[in-house]
């Protein structure tokens, strides 16, 4: 079967009326092409793989281009500009669901490279680790690696955002984002390990999710090529993906599909999809897995202490864990009392407007607890300026800009800023809320002996009266002047 593949050039259009190709003996292809005629409306270029029949007529319509059938076909490559480049090994972030199933096999067929399989355990569940290294060879994978991540997303991912008070778009406490460059960053040390020239996702091109893997290799290893199938093949949903599998046996999950789209780590529960896509509609209860409903949580109210060093969660109620232990405790007791449901509209950073319902009982918990002990630690005009950083770091990290020099340098002014918030905060945790009871620190600034109503030896309250007339100078200037005074 000829290819054409040099007759169809980026940014070239064909007029509707017929346009006979160019001779054999100038492309250097079977006289058969002679016959070939494209009619094409507005069209630039092809990126999906097309049969066009020669001495037939083509018409694009909707996109699509149709032919009367006949018995001679030219084959048309699916890549724009020729043949994809060759890759030799590729890391694929594999989850063992239908579309990470599909793109192994599409990777081998495409690239003609060998594939190596790696999950990240960052707190997902043990049932979506079950049964992987199998999944990944019957679909064509060398080999599956999996590396237990949940430490180190917590310390070092979670941790610095809590400290900083990241919070996107008032709501959002960026539990994927978050995962997001952990997850890259094991994937770049993955490839080097096994010799990989490129590295593979699973996102669409509609989400944050391609940003924040990509930024991640890009900063970590610029020389890594990067493929991301959504972006380049032709399967347009769930019903093409399973027909690819099919035709290739691939063996898929049988189960009934989530209605859901959703990511699950150790820091949060995400929901999209479906009813969802209406903000106009109420989240369905059935839908929440991390958190009861607050109307069934229990009567009783449970306090918890949480112990913070330089702004850190350490303990509860005095027992120390490690970072990984100490949050998914807290989202025991969090789900347990109905802790932590969000429903938002956010601002994506590819433009769109999207709804999500996150659960994230233990996240709030410690993010709560944090803000508490600072209002003893920090001074009026350092709050102020942590806040305002607060909001660029948020912004940063939801962009996937992890590794950005900006965001690591604002990480070092949190980490300076949080040394002395180290103490005590007592929460109580009652059907959905989380409230302060009680908060202590060696460190605090507050003075009851200063605060207090009654009249003390350092804060004389005669001296208010010259303050306010300094600190007020401004305002009765400008009022003096709009009054002819």
């Known amino acids: 079967m000829a290819l054409v593949s040099s007759l169809i050039t980026p940014g070239i259009t064909f007029p509707a009326s017929s346009s006979p190709l160019p001779s054999p003996s100038r492309i250097g292809i079977i006289p058969l092409c002679e016959a070939l005629h494209l009619h094409q409306e507005a069209v ?24 009367i059938p006949t018995s001679h076909r030219i084959a048309v490559p699916k890549a724009v500009g020729g043949e994809k480049e060759k890759l ?85 406490l960026l539990g994927t984002s978050m995962a997001r460059p952990c997850i890259a960053k094991a994937m770049v040390d993955v490839a080097r390990e096994v010799g990989a020239d490129a590295v593979a996702h699973g996102c669409t091109g509609k989400g944050n999710d391609q940003v924040r893997f990509e930024l991640t290799f890009f900063a970590l290893d610029p020389e890594l090529k990067v493929v991301a199938p959504w972006r380049e093949w032709d399967i347009t949903g769930r019903e093409d993906a399973i027909e690819f599998a099919k035709q290739h046996n691939i063996p898929v999950p049988v189960t009934k599909k989530s209605i859901y789209s959703r990511d699950r780590n150790l820091f949060h529960l995400s929901h999209e999809g479906d009813r969802l896509e209406d903000p106009a509609n109420e989240p369905e209860e059935g839908m929440y897995m991390m958190t009861v409903n607050p109307v069934d949580a229990p009567n009783q109210p449970e306090y918890l202490d949480i112990g913070i060093a330089k702004g850190i969660p350490v ?115 009652y059907k959905g809320s989380v409230t302060v009871a009680s908060r202590t620190s060696p460190y605090s600034l507050y003075r009851e002996d200063i605060s207090s109503f009654e009249n003390g030896q350092i804060y004389n309250q005669a001296d208010a009266e010259g303050f306010i007339r300094l600190y007020g100078l401004p305002i009765r200037v400008r009022a003096m002047l709009e009054k002819g005074i």
Request: net charge neutral; charged share 30%.
């Open 44 to 67: 630039c270029c092809l990126k999906k793989p097309h049969i066009l029949q020669v001495g037939a007529r083509s018409r694009m319509t909707s996109g699509r281009i149709s032919t």
């Open 88 to 172: 030799n090994k590729v890391v694929l972030a594999y989850s063992g669901g239908l579309d990470t199933s599909v793109i192994v096999r599409w990777l081998r067929e495409n690239y003609g490279c060998e594939v190596v399989c790696f999950t990240a355990d960052v707190g997902q569940g043990e049932m979506e680790l079950e049964g992987l290294e199998k999944k990944a060879k019957e679909s064509g994978g060398s080999q599956l690696i999996v590396k237990d991540l949940k430490e180190e997303f917590v310390e070092d991912f979670i941790f610095p955002c809590l400290r900083a008070g990241a919070i996107y778009e008032r709501k959002y």
């Open 315 to 429: 303990s509860i109620n005095g027992m120390e864990l490690s970072p990984a232990s100490l949050l998914s405790e807290l989202n025991i007791y969090g789900g347990k009392h109905g802790i932590g449901r969000i429903d938002m509209v956010e601002n994506r950073l590819v433009g769109m407007k999207s709804r999500g319902v996150y659960e994230t009982p233990g996240g709030t918990i410690m993010s709560y607890a944090v803000r508490e002990l600072e209002s003893l630690t920090l001074d009026r005009e350092t709050m102020q300026v942590k806040d305002t950083f607060a909001l660029k770091y948020a912004d940063l990290v939801y962009s996937g800009r992890w590794y950005d020099p900006l965001r690591e340098s604002i990480d070092a002014f949190m980490e300076k800023i949080t040394e002395k918030t180290t103490g005590s905060v007592r929460v109580k945790l």
